[in-house]
Nanobody
Framework: QLQLVESGGGLVQPGGSLRLSCAAS????????IGWFRQAPGKEREGVSC????????KYVDSVKGRFTISRDNAKNTAYLQMNSLKPEDTAVYYC????????????????????WGQGTQVTVSS
């Protein structure tokens, strides 16, 4: 059974850092593109970052460029999202998801591309 489990969320002060992990089980993560998404209360889910199956291509939403870094370790069946210089507006539930679609990489942050999702981990940035 395919399963994605996010971890690493928590409460952090503005300017702080967190590293989210997305552990996959029941399938080989290395054949899928991975996306990180977030959803704040009262807002739609938005794409934050995505990485291709072998890690050669990445993409970020403009609001996190230069602060967040997506990566993956296919040998560990795990993906990561390193978040630095966190801001209060980064507060949200963060989800990882996997997609079989590798084409049209410019559109990799669109939620309909993704087939399976984790349950999410809460990130709160507050002083």
């Amino acid at each position: 059974q395919l399963q994605l489990v996010e971890s690493g969320g928590g409460l952090v002060q503005p300017g702080g850092s967190l590293r989210l992990s997305c552990a996959a089980s029941g399938f080989t993560l290395g054949t899928y593109a991975i996306g990180w998404f977030r959803q704040a209360p009262g807002k739609e889910r938005e794409g934050v970052s995505c990485i291709s199956s072998r890690g050669g291509d990445t993409k970020y939403v403009d609001s996190v460029k230069g602060r967040f870094t997506i990566s993956r370790d296919n040998a560990k069946n795990t993906a990561y999202l390193q978040m630095n210089s966190l801001k209060p507006e980064d507060t949200a539930v963060y989800y990882c998801a996997v997609s079989r679609i590798q084409a049209l990489w410019s559109m990799c942050l669109l939620t309909p591309r993704y087939d399976d999702w984790g349950q999410g981990t809460q990130v709160t940035v507050s002083s």
